[in-house]
Every structure is written in C-alpha cells, then in structure tokens.
C-alpha cells in the first residue's frame, strides 16, 4: 500500500539572496564559491582554460578583468550644485599609497610620476603615471581636479552654464552658425523689442526677415554675405546691451567703422586686439598692473596686425590652441601674470613652453579614452583611477554598515560609520587593482 502524502509545515527556510554590488567577485575570491569552484579551476579557467575556449570562439581576449575601462571613470561630470549626502571619493593620497602596496605585492618593478610619451599624428601625447613598471608597462594614473583638464572633468553643460567668452572672432562664428544653419534657440525678445515693432529701424527689419529666412528656407551666397554683416553688427549691440563685461570695451571705433565698411580683416584685427586686451585685464587684477608693461603688449599686438593684415594677433593666436573656449588653464594663467608683471621680449616662446609643461602633468578626456585602446595596439596597460570612479565612494554608500551603527550625526559611532564605509571602500579598489594587474599580465603575456 501506497504511502499517503502527507504536507507539513517548514519551521525553518533559507531566505533567497541576491547579489549586492559589494559582495566579491568569485574571479577574485575564490573562497566565496564552494567546490567544485576551487582555486585551481578558476586559475585554469582565468587563464588557458574556459576563457580561452570562449576567446577562440569569438576571435579576440575577452576582457572580463579589465576593471578600469573608460566608462568607470564616471567624467566628464556634472558637479552637485548644492546639497549633501553625496558620497565622497577616496583621498588621491590614499588612492596612491593602496595601488603602490598592491603592484609590489603582486610583483610589479613600479616607479612614481613617470611622464610617458606617446607620438601621434599631430602632437607628443605626455601621460602622467603615478605608479608605472617600464618593463611590462603596467600602471596607474591617479585622476583627480589636479591632473586632469577642467574641460575633460566637467560636464559640457556644467561649463557652457558656468562660462562667459571673451568676445572673439571664433566666438561669433560659432553664434553665426549656429543662427544660420539649423539651431533655432534663438530668443528674439533679447535681441529685439518685439513690443514695440513699430519702432523698429531698418536693421531691426533686415535682422528679423533673416531670422525667418534661415528658420523656413536657406540662404544663397549673396544673402549669406549680407546676412553675416547683420548678425554680427545685432550681435555686438545685444552684448553691449545686457552689458556682458567680456563685450566691447577697447577699440570700439574700429569695429564699428569695420562693420560700416563690411571689411573682414579690419574686422578680424579690431575684434583680436579688443580680445587681447580684454584677457590682459582678466587675468591681470588690477593691482598688480604694471602700465609700461600693459602699453608695451599692446604696442606689441598693434604693430603685429599692421605688418601682418588678415591674420589673427600673435596673442590670440597662442591662446586660442590653448584651449577652447578661451578659459585660461590655471598654471598658464600664472605663468602669464608672472609675464605681464616683468615684460620679456621673448614671452611667446614662453608661454609656449609653459603649456608644454602643463601638457606633461595633465591628462584630457580624449587621451583617457584612448587608454583603453593602447592595451591592443601599444601593449600599453595603464588603468585610470578616477575620482569620480563610484565603486570606491563611501560615506553612506554601505547600507548593512549604516543599519548597523544608526547613528545620530557627529557622535562617536556615526564617525565609526564613515570609516567603516571608507574601509570598504577601500577593499573594492583593493580587489580591482589585483584584478587589473592579473589582467594586464595575461594580455601581455607575463
């Protein structure tokens, strides 16, 4: 006789458990996975075993253990503008004691603050490494506000918010394109009174039937060249009008006699000078003006665009490679005070090899991108860590350790929370950087 099926009541279950961004990565700790997964097979499927089978399937080296691609670097981004509560990132100094420990322990010959050059097409690219072996050329490059180019760190909406351009010629071609050939943002309430249309003059007229033409058809050749003429003249009296600081505020006469005349390279050499003499008094506070020095520059820039008509001044010139828009690099800025305090008749040769030293002592977006690509093609492994990496912030970021302590802000044990958090954050970087080196000593063959 069959048993009768019987049903009880389970007095004990294990609770289903998912992963948890912070548990370990089996790859990386073995003993999280119970037998069969034993240290030896995940040596063997790390190495010639599981991945290599997969590898030979798909024609390339899976990249499982490159735990700091580009996309972990969290840049540009968009700083909080107010607030609290958002999670801080591990101290550089920190950062670079950890990484140094972990490549000696896992057998890496390391130097600190190597310039490493790589030639390009068109420029020496310099990669300032805080920890870097030459021979399997692995290393770390520690990112932070200090090495790192502003444009490359913050968010383009962030700076076009936070920016105000010196008015220049490459500034108003930019508005001219984007007026003329598909942006339509345009607010004609700022550049006209739309209340007042009777009063409008013939410009007035002429600008807002541009306005229409590029919005709802195109402009041929002819009305392109006048058209320019308008914006340009429209756009200088909107500036003056909301009273931007970095408008016209020198050479005035000439600009406006350029525009009357239509002719581009008066133009141009009224617009560089009133530039030039604009970023003189933006970078220079007033009290340290030094007028025989200011005059002299100026001397210098004028007599320039006499004996070279058409072309954009030497001062401009140099400055707009630095960086565009025309926000001056902190350490250029300083090395251009030191020259506008002391005139050196040689100062462009020096401001060129100033920004050459800033070029080997920071990093921009385009050549930390390019990082992930040298590990194929240069046998190059250097991995950034960033700051805005969010693996390794903390400060709230652990909620077991938070539940735990429940601790009022200030006290004892809420400052035992942000070290516990700081601690685990700490351990993640740990396991990525023993990952990336195993990684990077697999892909060149150590």
Not at 50 to 60: D, K, P, R
Not at 106 to 119: A, F, M, S, W
Not at 225 to 239: N, V
Request: proline share 5%; aromatic share 12%.
């Amino acid at each position: 006789m069959k048993k009768q099926l019987e049903i009880k009541p389970v007095l004990r279950y294990n609770k289903a458990k998912y992963p948890k961004y912070t548990d370990p990565n089996p790859l990386d700790d073995p003993q999280a996975l119970p037998y069969p997964f034993s240290k030896r097979m995940l040596d063997w499927a790390t190495g010639i075993g599981l991945l290599g089978v997969t590898s030979a399937c798909q024609g390339e080296v899976q990249e499982v253990a490159n735990t700091f691609t580009f996309n972990r670097t969290g840049l540009p981004y968009f700083p909080a503008m107010f607030g609290s509560g958002v999670p801080d990132p591990l101290p550089s100094k920190e950062i670079r004691a950890l990484t140094l420990q972990v490549c000696k322990e896992e057998g890496l010959i390391v130097k600190e603050d190597v310039v490493y050059k790589i030639p390009d097409n068109t420029r020496d690219n310099f990669y300032p490494i805080a920890i870097f072996d030459e021979e399997k050329k692995i290393g770390f490059a520690i990112l932070d506000n200090n090495n790192t180019e502003e444009i490359s760190l913050l968010d383009p909406n962030y700076l076009q918010w936070r920016q105000r351009k010196i008015l220049s010629i490459p500034f108003l071609e930019s508005l001219w394109s984007q007026f003329a050939y598909g942006n339509r943002q345009f607010s004609m309430d700022e550049w006209l009174d739309m209340e007042n249309r009777g009063a409008w003059d013939k410009e007035d007229k002429a600008f807002y039937e541009l306005f229409n033409k590029t919005t709802f058809s195109s402009l041929s050749e002819q009305e392109e060249e006048e058209g320019r003429w308008i914006f340009y003249k429209k756009a200088l009296e909107h500036f003056d009008k909301i009273g931007d600081k970095n408008s016209l505020r020198y050479h005035k006469k000439a600009i406006k006699n350029a525009l009357k005349q239509k002719n581009t390279e008066v133009f141009q050499q009224a617009i560089h000078l009133n530039f030039f003499i604009v970023l003189l008094h933006e970078l220079v506070p007033e009290e340290e003006w030094n007028q025989k020095v200011m005059e002299q520059y100026i001397a210098d820039q004028r007599s320039w665009l006499a004996q070279n008509p058409g072309k954009q001044s030497a001062a401009s010139n140099v400055l707009a490679d630095l960086k565009e828009p025309y926000s001056i690099d902190s350490q250029v800025e300083k090395a251009l005070q030191a020259l506008f305090r002391n005139y050196h008749s040689d100062w462009k040769e020096i401001l060129w090899d100033t920004r050459e030293e800033y070029q080997k002592s920071h990093v921009n977006l385009e050549e930390i991108r390019a990082l992930d690509k040298f590990s194929d093609e240069k046998k190059l492994f250097v991995a950034p860590i960033s700051f805005e990496d969010q693996r390794f912030s903390y400060h709230f970021t652990e909620k077991e350790l938070i539940e735990r302590w429940n601790a009022p802000r200030g006290s004892e044990d809420f400052q035992n929370m942000q070290q516990g958090t700081k601690e685990a954050a700490l351990k993640r970087l740990e396991a990525s950087l023993r990952a990336y080196i195993r990684w990077a000593k697999l892909q060149g063959g150590y």
